[in-house]
């Protein structure tokens, strides 16, 4: 496959064809903005299970119509040889990726990849097959992701960094996936108050390690050593959110805190506050919603970022703050396709491509 050159990415006329792979909580919003975006065309749908397989994506996506029907075939999906495949299913299956990438097809994925520091095995595979396939790799997202990105480009107006800082504050109660909050300890009994890991003990979620050395690098610094602090909150009474049950004494809340050290001191933090309750946790946080970033430096940068329900009456089909972030971690895949199809092969950190905003999305 011909790789797009950046002026074809941004203005041609014949916009890029793209397969969506999977259709869960992020993967159905993606397939809505593909469906909806002018530059972006639909072509495929790979689908999990007998309920959605066969169906149009239109009825998958509370779309019209648009001919396309999902499909659990691999091999048809790249016979159709698309520019790039949005790739977000749970877990990332790195040799069928790398088939896609040495099949000379463009990937962006939502899964659990932003540098590849913690897949040192995985990333040469994939940047090996990309560099065969002459097509690009890029595993994004929002948090982690876009907003670890944000607070990099903030100490762009910096003369000195001292250290880097982004809290992310969460009620979770409307976010009902019981299995991935139980993996997580929620809902258990509480063993530590406190638990103190490392990339190597962590047995998840090391794109948000990943996220340290994705800020680090912004600032040329390598980290030295990293670890993870992980608080809980116990619920004092018992918690009855629809779609899971937290007993009295059972973990429900999480402050999870990531650190990047160099110099003898933490440079680059993030730290993660997920909440079941407003008001009935020991310890009970009340840090506000949103996300946090602190730069101690020169000067010192302070922001405060929140993604909330639009003003404007149907401006949006979503009905909370946690459903927004689902379409902001699918629109941050969607809006690199471009720079992704236009960029050298190989893996690409989000910080290596052009920065871009939301480009055909005025309504």
């Given at each position: 496959?011909?790789?797009?050159n950046p002026q074809?990415a941004?203005?041609?006329?014949?916009?890029?064809?793209?397969?969506?792979?999977?259709?869960?909580?992020v993967g159905?919003?993606?397939?809505q903005?593909i469906?909806d975006l002018?530059?972006?065309h639909?072509v495929?749908?790979?689908a999990?299970?007998?309920a959605?397989?066969?169906?149009d994506a239109?009825?998958?996506?509370?779309r019209?119509?648009?001919?396309?029907?999902?499909?659990?075939d691999?091999?048809?999906?790249?016979?159709?040889?698309p520019?790039c495949?949005?790739?977000m299913p749970?877990?990332?299956?790195?040799g069928?990726?790398a088939d896609f990438?040495?099949?000379?097809?463009?990937v962006?994925?939502?899964?659990?990849?932003?540098?590849?520091?913690?897949?040192?095995?995985?990333?040469?595979q994939?940047?090996?097959a990309a560099?065969?396939?002459?097509?690009?790799f890029?595993?994004?997202?929002?948090?982690?992701?876009f907003v670890?990105?944000?607070?990099?480009?903030?100490?762009?107006?910096?003369?000195?960094v001292?250290?880097v800082?982004l809290?992310e504050?969460?009620?979770?109660?409307?976010?009902?996936?019981?299995?991935?909050?139980r993996?997580?300890?929620?809902?258990?009994?509480l063993?530590?108050r406190?638990?103190?890991?490392t990339p190597?003990?962590?047995?998840y979620?090391?794109?948000?390690?990943?996220?340290?050395?994705?800020?680090?690098?912004?600032?040329?610094?390598?980290?030295?050593?990293?670890e993870?602090?992980v608080?809980?909150a116990?619920?004092?009474?018992?918690l009855e959110?629809?779609?899971a049950?937290?007993?009295?004494?059972?973990?429900?809340?999480?402050?999870?805190?990531?650190?990047?050290?160099a110099n003898?001191r933490?440079l680059v933090e993030?730290?993660l506050?997920w909440?079941?309750?407003?008001d009935?946790?020991d310890p009970?946080?009340?840090?506000?919603?949103?996300?946090?970033?602190?730069?101690e430096?020169?000067?010192?940068?302070?922001?405060?970022?929140?993604?909330?329900?639009p003003?404007v009456?149907g401006?949006?089909?979503e009905?909370?703050t946690?459903s927004?972030?689902m379409?902001?971690?699918?629109m941050?895949?969607?809006h690199a396709i471009?720079?992704?199809?236009?960029?050298?092969?190989?893996?690409?950190?989000m910080?290596?491509?052009?920065?871009?905003?939301?480009?055909?999305?005025?309504?």
């Amino acid at each position: 496959m011909t790789m797009v050159n950046p002026q074809q990415a941004e203005a041609s006329a014949e916009p890029l064809r793209v397969v969506q792979w999977s259709t869960g909580n992020v993967g159905r919003r993606a397939l809505q903005a593909i469906i909806d975006l002018p530059h972006l065309h639909l072509v495929g749908v790979h689908a999990f299970g007998a309920a959605k397989i066969g169906k149009d994506a239109g009825e998958l996506a509370d779309r019209a119509p648009t001919g396309v029907i999902a499909t659990d075939d691999v091999a048809k999906l790249l016979e159709l040889q698309p520019d790039c495949i949005s790739y977000m299913p749970v877990t990332i299956d790195y040799g069928l990726v790398a088939d896609f990438l040495r099949a000379g097809i463009n990937v962006v994925t939502t899964g659990d990849f932003l540098t590849g520091s913690y897949h040192a095995r995985e990333r040469a595979q994939l940047d090996e097959a990309a560099r065969h396939g002459g097509v690009t790799f890029l595993g994004t997202g929002f948090e982690p992701g876009f907003v670890n990105l944000t607070a990099g480009f903030l100490t762009g107006g910096c003369r000195r960094v001292y250290s880097v800082s982004l809290v992310e504050t969460l009620d979770c109660t409307t976010y009902p996936v019981a299995a991935a909050w139980r993996v997580m300890g929620f809902g258990r009994p509480l063993r530590d108050r406190c638990v103190r890991l490392t990339p190597e003990t962590s047995p998840y979620g090391l794109a948000y390690f990943e996220t340290l050395d994705l800020i680090a690098a912004m600032i040329g610094a390598e980290l030295e050593h990293k670890e993870l602090v992980v608080e809980q909150a116990t619920a004092t009474k018992d918690l009855e959110l629809g779609w899971a049950r937290y007993e009295q004494g059972s973990v429900a809340g999480q402050r999870r805190t990531y650190r990047g050290f160099a110099n003898g001191r933490c440079l680059v933090e993030l730290a993660l506050c997920w909440t079941m309750s407003s008001d009935s946790l020991d310890p009970q946080w009340n840090d506000p919603e949103g996300f946090r970033i602190e730069i101690e430096g020169e000067p010192r940068v302070e922001a405060t970022i929140k993604y909330t329900l639009p003003h404007v009456e149907g401006l949006s089909e979503e009905k909370d703050t946690m459903s927004l972030l689902m379409v902001s971690t699918a629109m941050t895949a969607l809006h690199a396709i471009p720079a992704v199809c236009a960029a050298a092969p190989g893996v690409v950190a989000m910080s290596e491509l052009p920065p871009t905003g939301a480009p055909h999305t005025v309504v």
